[in-house]
Each structure stands twice: as structure tokens, then as C-alpha cells.
């Protein structure tokens, strides 16, 4: 008798909340760097919380849909750097890991969604690259559609910590710029958050049930 797979597992990182003394400290930006970054700058003003918020809806929305799901942080604080968010969904052999944040600009007429992916490096992250990549095109066209918002793409980021020390699928939604006083309303409201949630809920679905 054959056994029954697991259930995948999808984890879920709201982005910032680190408590400002660890944020302040370094880790190095990939396995075996010299070049270190600060574990959190703190993100874009009222960015930790409506991440945070978006990740739970998303929580409730994927466990309804049959799925397991982690979070690296389900309060208001965190404790880790990115190393450690990391580290968190690799040692759950997460099927996506699926970081959730809000965007900030200096021009505050810049507004949309886009999804970050990471950049194909030997040794860091070419054995989780394609999968990212697939994931974010799933991901994104999900939000963009669920929410309306303005399509600004995928971005590959070489320089973010959260993947270079990633060992499963990683993907980083940019789900608005809350330095748009429009899109920042929107953002802070339960009912558009939802929409974002079952964008992400949605890409990452597509992508688990393509694997």
C-alpha cells in the first residue's frame, strides 16, 4: 500500500516586527559572506502591521483550503533576523515560503504590486531559483488580480538575506507602497487585505498544485 503524501506545507513570513535592538545587529547577507547587512531596517511606516494582518487572513484562508501553515511570527515583535526567518521554513521543508510585505518610496505617487524573487547565484540559491521564479509569476498575477492593483512585475533580488539563505521556494510580495496615501488606506483596511490574501492564497496554490 502506497503512503499517503503530506500535506504541503506553506510558510508564511510578515515582514519587520524585529524588535529594534536585534535590528540593528548583522548577519552575514549569504552562506559564507564577509559582506554582512543590518537584520531589519525596520520597513516603510505601518508596514509590520498590515503584513502581519495579510498573513493571517492568508493563514485561515490556506489552512480552509486543506493546507498546513507556518509563520515566523504571529505577534506584533520578532526576535530574528532574516537568517533565521529563513532558517525557520527550511527546517519545515516548506513546499513556498511566501514573505509579505509593503513597499515605500520617496515619490509617493508610485503605487502597485510586485513580486521579488531570488537571483540565481551557485551555491546560495540556484537549487531553489526556477521554483521561486514559477512561484512569483503564480503569486503575482494572483494578487494583481484579485486586488486590481497596478502590475509592476517581477523584480530578482541578489542582495536580500531572507533568500540567499533559503533552501525552499522563496518568494517576497510587495504588496503595495504605504508612502501612497491612497494605496496605504487601502492597505490598512480588513476588507483589502482580504483581497491580497486570496491573491496569495491563490498563486501559492497554483504553484503547490503544479509541483
Not at 46 to 64: C, D, M, Q
Not at 157 to 183: H, I, K, Q
Request: positive net charge.
Amino acid at each position: 500500500m502506497l503512503a499517503t503524501p503530506p500535506t504541503p506545507l506553506i510558510c508564511l513570513d510578515p515582514g519587520h516586527g524585529t524588535l529594534p535592538a536585534v535590528g540593528r545587529q548583522t548577519e552575514p547577507i549569504g552562506p559564507g559572506s564577509s559582506q554582512r547587512k543590518i537584520k531589519d531596517g525596520g520597513g516603510a511606516p505601518g508596514e509590520a502591521p498590515v503584513a502581519l494582518a495579510i498573513a493571517l487572513k492568508t493563514r485561515a484562508l490556506l489552512e480552509r483550503g486543506g493546507y498546513r501553515v507556518a509563520m515566523t511570527r504571529t505577534g506584533t515583535t520578532y526576535a530574528g533576523g532574516n537568517i533565521a526567518r529563513a532558517r525557520f521554513c527550511n527546517v519545515r521543508h516548506a513546499a513556498l515560503m511566501v514573505r509579505i510585505h509593503a513597499d515605500g518610496a520617496q515619490d509617493r505617487s508610485l503605487h502597485g504590486v510586485k513580486t521579488l524573487f531570488p537571483a540565481l547565484r551557485r551555491g546560495w540559491t540556484d537549487d531553489i531559483y526556477a521554483q521561486s521564479l514559477r512561484a512569483a509569476r503564480k503569486v503575482q498575477t494572483a494578487v494583481v488580480r484579485q486586488t486590481g492593483a497596478l502590475n509592476l512585475g517581477l523584480i530578482p533580488r541578489s542582495d536580500l538575506t531572507g533568500f540567499n539563505w533559503a533552501n525552499v521556494p522563496a518568494v517576497l510580495v510587495e504588496t503595495g507602497f504605504m508612502t501612497n496615501s491612497a494605496e496605504a488606506r487601502l492597505l490598512r483596511t480588513s476588507a483589502y487585505q482580504l483581497k491580497v490574501a486570496r491573491g496569495i492564497t491563490a498563486g501559492a496554490e497554483a504553484f503547490v498544485g503544479q509541483r
